[in-house]
């Protein structure tokens, strides 16, 4: 097994415990490291949303990388935490190169969001 995939360390390990490593790093190895190798890839953009993009409580604004069908993680940064929450904000929906935002209450200020994109 390549030494990125390890687990644990050997060293100053029982019988017992080195029985539960040997377990832990096969599972890495057969069954967590190829679908992490072979199935998924990341990307990462940021996406800001300005208090006069919103329209009806909704705003779609341009994410690269985004299409129908993959997974996307979407996370207000920490400065927009608080107006996120108060503005009842989320995201509701993707198309591709685009992410739906829609809130209860259209904030008075931006909110710049994370948006992790699993493909």
């Not at 029985?19 to 990462?44: C, G, H, L, R, W």
């Not at 690269?64 to 107006?83: E, K, L, M, R």
Request: one cysteine or more.
């Amino acid at each position: 097994m390549p030494q990125s995939t390890k687990f644990l360390d050997s060293s100053g390990l029982g019988l017992y415990d080195q029985n539960i490593k040997d377990y832990i790093d096969n599972i890495v190895e057969n069954d967590i490291a190829p679908v992490i190798d072979t199935k998924a890839s990341m990307s990462t953009v940021t996406v800001t949303i300005a208090s006069g993009d919103w329209s009806n409580n909704t705003c779609t604004k341009s994410a690269t990388g985004v299409t129908v069908t993959n997974t996307v993680i979407v996370s207000p940064v920490p400065d927009s935490i608080s107006t996120a929450a108060n503005a009842g904000f989320y995201c509701s929906g993707q198309g591709d190169g685009t992410l739906t935002f829609s809130c209860t209450t259209a904030p008075s200020s931006s909110i710049t969001v994370n948006v992790v994109i699993l493909n």
